[in-house]
Every structure is written in structure tokens, then in C-alpha cells.
């Protein structure tokens, strides 16, 4: 091997290894991110539920759009809605540790059927609220969460075609797109805020989700995501030295912007409601 070929080789051994880490950091700020997400979820919903205190749903949600005395039928679809949110929000996570996969392999299996049931849980119900109670953040968004919505189906169901013939890799491609897909509504918090704190005011938003930046997060939130991953699992299984180093600064970039967008989520919107 000649000096030039060991200095490429070398060079994407490091780009290989800058890529990994910028993903892993990425991966543990999105679980940060969730499991506050998830802790709220399940202290201001779960608990007040227990508690007989159903009306306290209402503190978040609008008008019509929480628990609604009478409708037993939408509240119970609205229930289930948020405990499966909640609990994708911890158990989710466990999917994308290798460690789980190679050494409790049942683990993985199981956790991932869970997952896979509980994306149609909660698309479907998702689907049927926002059907039924109209759009919470307008008709916009209404449209980007119905969009969400069938992506997820379409890759749950591929994912589980793929796993169920043995091509593991298709498999992992079409998981990793739910996965992404399968948060598009803490995407979705946690960009607005983001762009929040960048602004210091709500800028190109209003009351009724209709100002520019309520139009492009309405899709944003599903599609941003998607396309960072296409771009991630190119540079990671084909690119060369330089789309690969080039993939980890933007990763590390983005997964600062995430961060300042879970910290203002968190401090601005999750736990004053508690």
C-alpha cells in the first residue's frame, strides 16, 4: 500500500470515527430531550387521570381539544394518544442502543414490536382527533401532522416487512425514517422554541398558526428531520473522507441548535405547565 492510499485510508478511519461520535452526541441529546418530553407527559396527563383530575388536560390543550365532559369516545381516544406519546418517549430510545441489539437481542425484538404497535396507536388516534376535533395549531399543520401521520404508517409497516423476511438492513433504513418521523411533534416543540430564543420573540408566528414560520414548521417538523437523515445515511454508507467529516460538523451544529431548543422547551413550555 503506497503512503498516499495509508493517508486516505487513515483519513476515512477518523472521518468514520468524527461521524460516529457526532451521531452518539446527537442521539443522547434527543434522548434528554424525550425523557423530559415523556416526564411531562406523564406528570401533567398521567397523573392528574389517576387522580380523577381530568379537567386539568385542559391547561395545555385548547378549548374542544382536551377532555371534553360527555364524549367518552374521543377522550378515550385522546387517552390512549398520550399514554402511547409518553411512552414512546422512554421506551423509543432503547431501539437505536447497539448494545442492546448484539447482546439481549429479545430485548430489541420485543421493545421494537412495541414501538412499531404503538406508532399505528398513535398515528391512528392522532389521525381520528384531529379529525373529529379539528386542528389544534390550524390548518396547516393539521395537514403536516396528517402527512406525519402516513409516513409513519408506511414505515412501520415496511419496517416490519423487512425484519419479518430477514433483510436486517432494509430493516434498520426503515426504522431509523420511523423513528425520526415518530417525533415529529417534539421536533415540532422544540424547533419552535428554538427559533424563539433565537429571535427573543415568536417572530413569523400568531394565534392562529398561519405567519410564514408556522407554515414552514408545519412541514419542517416532519420532513427536516427525514431529509437529515437521507443525507446522514448517504454520507455514512457511501461517502468518502470529506462528506463524512463534512456530515459530523453538521450533525455537531444541529445537535447544539437541538439542545438550545430542548433547554428553551423545557424552561419555556414543559415544566411551568407542571
Same mark, same amino acid.
Given at each position: ?92 430510545? @432503547? ?7 448484539? +447482546? !439481549?437481542?429479545?430485548?430489541? $425484538? =420485543?421493545?421494537? #414490536? /412495541? %414501538?412499531? &404497535? ?39 409497516? @415496511? ?7 430477514? +433483510? !436486517?438492513?432494509?430493516?434498520? $433504513? =426503515?426504522?431509523? #425514517? /420511523? %423513528?425520526? &418521523? ?59 473522507? /470529506? ?32
Amino acid at each position: 500500500m503506497t503512503s498516499v492510499s495509508a493517508r486516505r485510508m487513515d483519513g476515512l478511519a477518523a472521518a468514520t470515527l468524527a461521524l460516529r461520535a457526532s451521531a452518539a452526541l446527537w442521539y443522547l441529546a434527543l434522548v434528554v430531550g424525550l425523557w423530559v418530553f415523556g416526564y411531562y407527559i406523564v406528570t401533567l396527563y398521567g397523573v392528574s387521570a389517576l387522580r380523577g383530575e381530568w379537567t386539568r388536560w385542559n391547561t395545555v390543550l385548547p378549548a374542544g381539544h382536551g377532555f371534553n365532559p360527555g364524549d367518552l369516545g374521543g377522550n378515550a381516544v385522546l387517552g390512549v394518544h398520550l399514554f402511547a406519546a409518553g411512552l414512546v418517549s422512554f421506551s423509543g430510545a @432503547l431501539q437505536l442502543v447497539p448494545q442492546i441489539r448484539s +447482546r !439481549i437481542p429479545a430485548l430489541h $425484538r =420485543w421493545n421494537g #414490536r /412495541l %414501538f412499531l &404497535l404503538i406508532a399505528l396507536i398513535i398515528s391512528g388516534s392522532g389521525l381520528y382527533v384531529a379529525f373529529t376535533r379539528g386542528a389544534v395549531a390550524g390548518h396547516y399543520m393539521a395537514v403536516g401532522n396528517t402527512l406525519n401521520a402516513v409516513l409513519v404508517i408506511v414505515c412501520a409497516v @415496511l419496517a416490519w416487512r423487512h425484519a419479518a423476511a430477514r +433483510r !436486517i438492513a432494509l430493516h434498520q $433504513r =426503515w426504522a431509523l #425514517r /420511523l %423513528f425520526v &418521523l415518530m417525533y415529529g411533534v417534539w421536533f415540532y416543540r422544540v424547533g419552535m422554541m428554538l427559533w424563539f430564543v433565537i429571535h427573543r420573540a415568536p417572530v413569523g408566528h400568531n394565534d392562529t398558526f398561519t405567519g410564514p414560520f408556522d407554515i414552514f414548521l408545519a412541514f419542517a417538523h416532519v420532513l427536516l428531520p427525514l431529509a437529515v437523515l437521507e443525507v446522514y445515511m448517504v454520507a455514512r454508507d457511501r461517502g468518502g473522507a /470529506l462528506a463524512r467529516t463534512g456530515m459530523a460538523l453538521a450533525l455537531f451544529v444541529l445537535t447544539l441548535a437541538m439542545s438550545v431548543g430542548i433547554f428553551g422547551a423545557t424552561m419555556g413550555m414543559w415544566l411551568p405547565r407542571l
